[in-house]
T-cell receptor, first 111, second 114 residues
Framework: TQLLEQSPQFLSIQEGENLTVYCNSS?????LQWYRQEPGEGPVLLVTVVTGGEVKKLKRLTFQFGDARKDSSLHITAAQPGDTGLYLC???????????FGDGTTLTVKP | GAGVSQSPRYKVAKRGQDVALRCDPI?????LFWYQQALGQGPEFLTY????????KSGLPSDRFFAERPEGSVSTLKIQRTQQEDSAVYLCASSGGLVVNEQFFGPGTRLTVL
C-alpha cells in the first residue's frame, strides 16, 4: 500500500511569513500533484511534478519533487490570508490511474 | 458550466436507506474517479472508470457500494442500506489530459446517515 505522509498537520502563521510543508513517502510515484481545498469545496489542482528534482513556481508558491520521486515540498513566500486552506499532495501511478492522497496540511494565515 | 458538477450537494439518509449520488464530469474527459473523504482526512480512492469501463473498484468498502457510468459520461455512486459509518463527503473527479492523475474535482456530496 502506498502511503503519503504530510507534515505538519496544522500550521498557523501571520501574514507575510514564509512557510514550507512536506509530503513524504516510501514509494516512488510517476507524478505528484498538489491541491488546495477550502471548506465545502472539492480540491483544486495547483501543480503537477513529474521529473525527479523538478522545481515549479506558481507566483509565491514553489513546489519541489525529490530526486527519487518519493517526496515533495511546497514553499509559500509572504503568505496571505487568501492562502488559508487544506493543502493536499497526491501521488499518481499512470498504470493504475488512481491517486493516493495524504491527509493534508491545514494552513491558517492570520491578517 | 465547464467544471465537474455533483448532486445533491447534501444528503441526509436514515440508516438502512439507499442513496444515489450523481456526477457530471467535464465534457470529453475519459477518466472518472470517486473518492470518499472523512472529516479531517484526505480523499480515499473508491473506484475509477475509463469511458464506461470500470477499471478499478478496489476501494469500494463493501458490496453495498456500487458505481456505474453506462454511457461513458455521467456516473452514479449508489450506496445500499446505508450505515452511520458511510457518513462522509463523496468527491467525484475527472481527467482528460495526458497526465491521468491530474484530476479536476467537483464540490462533493456531503452524506449524513442518521
Amino acid at each position: 500500500t502506498q502511503l503519503l505522509e504530510q507534515s505538519p498537520q496544522f500550521l498557523s502563521i501571520q501574514e507575510g511569513e514564509n512557510l514550507t510543508v512536506y509530503c513524504n513517502s516510501s514509494s516512488v510515484f510517476s507524478s505528484l500533484q498538489w491541491y488546495r481545498q477550502e471548506p465545502g469545496e472539492g480540491p483544486v489542482l495547483l501543480v503537477t511534478v513529474v521529473t525527479g528534482g523538478e522545481v515549479k513556481k506558481l507566483k509565491r508558491l514553489t513546489f519541489q519533487f525529490g530526486d527519487a520521486r518519493k517526496d515533495s515540498s511546497l514553499h509559500i513566500t509572504a503568505a496571505q490570508p487568501g492562502d488559508t486552506g487544506l493543502y493536499l499532495c497526491a501521488g499518481g501511478d499512470t498504470n493504475a490511474g488512481k491517486s493516493t492522497f495524504g491527509d493534508g496540511t491545514t494552513l491558517t494565515v492570520k491578517p | 458550466g465547464a467544471g465537474v458538477s455533483q448532486s445533491p450537494r447534501y444528503k441526509v439518509a436514515k440508516r438502512g436507506q439507499d442513496v444515489a449520488l450523481r456526477c457530471d464530469p467535464i465534457s470529453g474527459h475519459v477518466s472518472l474517479f470517486w473518492y470518499q473523504q472523512a472529516l479531517g482526512q484526505g480523499p480515499e480512492f473508491l473506484t475509477y472508470f475509463q469511458n464506461e469501463a470500470q477499471l478499478d473498484k478496489s476501494g469500494l468498502p463493501s458490496d453495498r457500494f456500487f458505481a456505474e457510468r453506462p454511457e461513458g459520461s455521467v456516473s452514479t455512486l449508489k450506496i445500499q442500506r446505508t450505515q452511520q459509518e458511510d457518513s462522509a463527503v463523496y468527491l467525484c473527479a475527472s481527467s482528460g489530459g495526458l497526465v491521468v492523475n491530474e484530476q479536476f474535482f467537483g464540490p462533493g456530496t456531503r452524506l449524513t446517515v442518521l
